[in-house]
């Protein structure tokens, strides 16, 4: 494996970090782009991305984990537009300098919570985008979501561990020792909410990217807004069926940015082998019997 | 700003170099040592500000991640105090090549101060030692990340609980848990630096055990310099400090001067 620092983009100013497999990457296999999540610099949280970014290289994929513009090491961008658009821009632009820099011209954005607004427009707006991961992307509340969820709230009435954490929030919050910001699971906070696109718009999107054969992975974990279960994804979206090319995951014991070392493994493990299994494999496979 | 790989093959750290965008003579130089773990990326920002300060006061800047952290390579599972340690010196060598300055000074925060002082009395050479509130030893450090998580995770509504070997999601080794619970500022002894100077939000007892305590190479016990931070929470106060990094700025550039 052998990492590189660059700086690159249309002003010089994004900083990133190249990962190659020792050997050089397998013939078919793209660029995985890995970015911030939230207002963490592009190592991701418990150094998320680079976990990813090396064990895809360990199964012969490269990638590149950059940081967007504004965030982390990267200077901002002089142009015009809001945060979702200065996310697709870098994601072009880092997309321009991989294709440069390692000669593949297929792509995968993984994107975690926020970021899935960039790696959504990105594939959406760019032909390169063979692949895009959604961790705790786009969600929609169901009939069957808002059901599960009072059974949800019922089931914790009987759970003694919330009922602790609950009279402990009362007790600190009685003694001045806090001042009650703490944030339930799905409650927006104040300083950060996100629009997401109607739901049909988002079934067009999604048809439109499956028709260029572009394959989708969605996580969802237990703290993600509007989602519940696996199963939701078809419904939300009306779908008779889940297309071959969507894989979809409802993780209830994760957490939005899988804080313990499981966690993070597994998310690292899964990642890394739908890009082997789905991005890799499948091309090559083709092509030798091609 | 120039990202970049340094040290042995196999062995590299990840580094932000930023030249010096003052005229200065003689050339100055000042390496940055991260905290660990979550406070490492909790600061990673108050470290650009930081060196952009220093860059624009006329210094040579270089920030690195420690080995098994951030960008550098290697795995937390592979980290070491002793391995940490010679990450100073092997950033400090980069830095000189970088600078052309022989002795940087050098400005840890939190754990990362504790490892400076650390390198310093393996015998790297330094000017200033800027110790920006310092990790006083390793258990009540340890004690101190292991509150803060047990706090923050508490206040969620879906607490996950790290493993034995495991600290606010983070590997620690058994073996790194112990190394670094036998580390104690107030007992590293006498340093060569030609200042020691303690950065901190509010003046604390343990400042005094420190003045009490630790000698730069004249003999004299570290200043402490108070820049009161808007923010009070000590982490936070630290992530988004901008009183601190002007106070370490025009210390450290000052005495360059």
Not at chain 1, 168 to 187: F, N
């Amino acid at each position: 494996m052998k990492e590189r620092a660059h700086l690159f983009g249309s002003s010089g100013g994004l900083v990133g970090v190249t990962t190659e497999p020792d050997g050089g990457a397998l013939p078919g296999a793209p660029v995985v782009l890995l970015f911030n999540v939230g207002l963490n610099h592009r190592v991701g949280p418990g150094r998320l991305n680079v976990d990813l970014a090396r064990s895809l290289a360990a199964v012969g994929v490269p990638s590149l984990r950059f940081d967007v513009s504004g965030l982390g090491d990267s200077e901002p961008r002089g142009d015009a537009g809001d945060d979702v658009a200065r996310q697709v821009a870098d994601l072009r632009e880092a997309m321009d300098f991989a294709e440069k820099k390692l000669g593949v011209h297929r792509f995968v954005p993984v994107g975690l919570c926020s970021g899935t607004d960039g790696v959504h427009g990105a594939a959406m707006a760019d032909p390169r985008v063979a692949g895009a991961a959604f961790l705790d992307g786009y969600a929609y509340a169901t009939p069957g979501y808002r059901f599960r969820a009072s059974m949800l709230r019922l089931g914790r009435l009987r759970d003694p561990v919330r009922w602790k954490f609950a009279l402990r929030r009362r007790w600190r919050r009685l003694r001045g020792l806090s001042t009650g910001e703490e944030v339930e699971i799905g409650a927006p906070e104040p300083i950060f909410d996100r629009s997401y696109p109607p739901v049909e718009r988002f079934r067009s999107d999604l048809e439109a990217l499956l028709a260029r054969n572009v394959k989708l992975l969605f996580v969802y974990t237990a703290e993600a807004w509007f989602f519940n279960h696996r199963e939701q994804f078809r419904r939300m979206v009306g779908w008779r069926t889940l297309p071959p090319a969507v894989e979809v995951e409802y993780w209830r014991e994760a957490d939005h940015v899988f804080r313990t070392l499981a966690q993070r493994r597994r998310a690292v493990q899964r990642v890394t082998s739908w890009v082997r299994d789905a991005l890799v494999e499948a091309p090559a496979r083709r092509a030798g019997a091609a | 700003m120039q990202p970049t790989f340094f040290g042995k093959s196999g062995q590299q750290l990840f580094g932000v170099y930023h030249p010096p965008l003052a005229r200065r003579s003689p050339a100055a130089s000042a390496l940055l040592c991260h905290p660990a773990a979550q406070e490492y990326m909790r600061t990673h920002w108050a470290f650009r500000k930081l060196a952009a300060e220093l860059s624009r006061a006329g210094l040579h800047v270089l920030r690195f991640d420690w080995h098994g952290t951030g960008d550098s390579s290697g795995e937390p599972q592979g980290a070491s105090v002793p391995l940490w340690i010679s990450d100073v010196g092997t950033a400090a060598a980069e830095l000189a090549d970088l600078a052309d300055v022989a002795r940087p000074s050098l400005v840890g925060l939190r754990l990362g101060a504790l490892l400076a002082a650390l390198a310093v009395q393996r015998g790297l050479a330094v000017k200033d030692l800027v110790l920006w509130e310092p990790a006083l030893d390793g258990a009540s450090h340890l004690r101190e990340l292991a509150e803060i998580e047990k706090a923050r995770y508490d206040s969620l509504a879906m607490p996950s609980r790290s493993g034995p070997e495991e600290l606010f999601g983070y590997a620690m080794t058994s073996a790194l848990r112990r190394e670094l619970e036998a580390l104690d500022l107030r007992k590293v002894g006498p340093l060569r630096a030609d200042r020691i100077v303690v950065v901190t939000g509010a003046a604390r007892p343990e400042h005094e055990e420190l003045r009490a305590s630790l000698r730069d190479g004249a003999g004299r016990p570290p200043e402490i310099l108070v820049a009161v931070e808007d923010v009070k929470d000590p982490t936070d106060g630290v992530m988004l400090s901008s009183k601190a990094q002007m106070a370490i700025a025009a210390t450290v550039a000052g005495a360059a001067a």
